[in-house]
Antibody, heavy 124, light 109 residues
């Protein structure tokens, strides 16, 4: 059973870059060719929002609403993947979940494993 | 993109339905709908995938359906442990990506 764990600062200042890492255990991200590794966020008291996803090879997909600010990457040597969200504002305050989802092309991916989530607050 | 009622409620043992209304660019285009349950303070967990399939371990009290531009999640024989937020998810052509519904809070009275 794969386990995902988010890590990173809980507080980020406005206009700076939010950086999070997800460490995967119980399975190799490069060995799982059927899966993408992604980020979903949830502002306090609100719903879920897809942020971005990355394949072990580096191929990535970003939510168009965030595309210009988001960079996701995978480090197979550390079995980790990361999220960088630039120029943050208070609207980026949310619980950020890392999660695994199925490889699909123009279809609805299924998220089957999730981290516990980490709250990131954007504030000066 | 995907509209859900903010809240639904039912007494223990009753049946409730949660709707997910989409459009011709997502559900109506034939893209699959998945449903997730999120208990307070926890990560989401899939309860229905590909419109109507149940993962192993999810009771058959949970059922999904899809028709036209909408999908529904029905929960029969309500139990207190069913109290949670439920989210639908579907791919959208216009987004060139996927979206979640706004979520529905289920209260077991």
């Amino acid at each position: 059973q794969v386990h995902l764990q988010e890590s990173g600062p809980g507080l980020v200042r406005p206009s700076e870059t939010l950086s999070l890492t997800c460490t995967v255990s119980g399975g190799s991200i490069s060995g799982s060719t059927r899966f993408y590794w992604g980020w979903v966020r949830q502002p306090p008291g609100k719903g879920l929002e897809w942020v971005a996803s990355v394949y072990y090879s580096g191929t990535s997909y970003n939510n168009p609403a965030l595309r210009s600010r988001v960079v996701v990457s995978a480090d197979t040597s550390k079995n980790q993947f990361s999220l960088n969200l630039a120029s943050v504002t208070a609207a980026d305050t949310a619980v950020y979940f890392c999660a695994r989802h199925s490889v699909v092309v123009s279809a609805t991916p299924l998220y089957d494993s999730w981290g516990q989530g980490t709250l990131v607050t954007v504030s000066s | 993109l995907l509209t859900q009622p903010p809240s639904v409620s039912g007494a223990p043992g009753q049946r409730v339905t949660i709707s997910c209304t989409g459009a011709s660019s997502n559900i109506g285009a034939g893209f699959h709908v998945h449903w997730y349950q999120q208990l307070p303070g926890a990560a989401p967990k899939v309860v229905i995938y590909e419109n109507s399939k149940r993962p192993a371990g999810v009771p058959d009290r949970f059922a999904g359906s899809k028709s036209g531009t909408s999908a529904s999640l029905a929960i029969a024989g309500l139990q207190p442990d069913d109290e949670a937020h439920y989210y639908c998810q579907s791919y959208d052509r216009g987004l060139s990506g996927w979206a979640f519904g706004g979520g529905t809070q289920l209260t077991v009275l």
